[in-house]
């Protein structure tokens, strides 16, 4: 079998996991319009939750089923607690307590659970060049977006959160509990921020592992479009493909400097994104 195809086809697996993380800061953004740096460490505390509970029961789906509560639960605390705070004094506020956030998360896993890296299987077979668990997560990631995007465009609960995030004065006149919105929001990104999680750390997991998956994640949301969950899948599948190439062909060590370079050349020539749209501003 060519080169090229199977890095093609491991490109897959990776850009799954970068456009279920990438989604999760779309869906944040589109609900509160914050980027929320934080996300990589409630993924992480989530996904330690799963290995302590199928350590204790033997049983991946109930870890599974634990992480994606956690996820959201931790996402919505955070918002109360720390995010909502920093945000009433400006945008920069915000940015420092998500990624001063992520900094204390790390430390805590690693005193709790030690930085030792600890087995976390995978949900089906992993053997194989497009294995059972590869095609899990790139169907699981598609539905997910499909679920984002029909909420977003086609319910009530999707059209005040984003009412919300664009215009929470107005929203607030017309009845929409513009802070359970937001919170609401939140969570559903640290959910599915949870799911990315449990699909980016087998075979081992430890404090820093999801640290350079982020960058990746962050360069499909970016390039994608901040304000477009399609947008950003097919973006975190491309950034897959694109840096599997990269290491296939030229080496592992210039997989992050191609992510940023990337990453600079879209926006230089998009600076919303290939799919994003700019709002236009009244003067």
Do not use: C
């Not at 029961?57 to 919505?76: H, K, N, P, R």
């Not at 973006?235 to 997989?255: D, H, M």
């Amino acid at each position: 079998m060519s080169t090229w195809w199977t890095l093609t086809v491991g490109g897959l697996a990776s850009g799954a996991v970068y456009a279920a993380l990438g989604l999760s800061l779309v869906i944040i953004f589109r609900a509160a319009q914050v980027a929320n740096f934080a996300q990589p460490a409630l993924a992480l505390l989530s996904t330690y939750f799963a290995v302590t509970v199928n350590q204790i029961t033997g049983t991946y789906w109930l870890g599974f089923a634990v992480a994606i509560v956690a996820g959201a639960v931790l996402g919505a605390l955070s918002d109360r607690l720390l995010i909502r705070p920093a945000r009433a004094h400006g945008e920069l506020g915000s940015v420092i307590v998500t990624l001063g956030l992520l900094l204390v998360v790390q430390a805590i896993a690693g005193m709790v659970w030690t930085s030792e890296p600890r087995s976390f299987g995978y949900a089906f077979d992993f053997r194989g060049l497009f294995s059972a668990a590869n095609v899990f997560a790139v169907l699981v990631v598609l539905f997910t977006a499909a679920g984002v995007l029909l909420l977003f465009k086609f319910t009530s609960l999707g059209l005040r959160m984003r009412a919300a995030a664009f215009a929470p004065e107005v929203a607030a006149l017309a009845g929409v509990r513009v802070g359970l919105m937001v919170t609401a929001g939140t969570a559903l990104a640290a959910a599915v921020g949870a799911l990315a999680g449990l699909l980016a750390v087998p075979p081992l997991l430890y404090p820093t592992v999801l640290d350079g998956i982020f960058v990746y994640s962050l360069t499909a949301a970016v390039v994608g479009g901040l304000d477009n969950p399609i947008g950003t899948v097919i973006a975190g599948f491309g950034t897959g493909i694109g840096l599997s190439y990269v290491s296939g062909y030229f080496g592992p060590e210039l997989v992050t400097l191609a992510s940023l370079a990337m990453l600079v050349v879209v926006l230089s020539l998009r600076p919303h994104g290939l799919f994003g749209r700019g709002l236009a501003r009244r003067v």
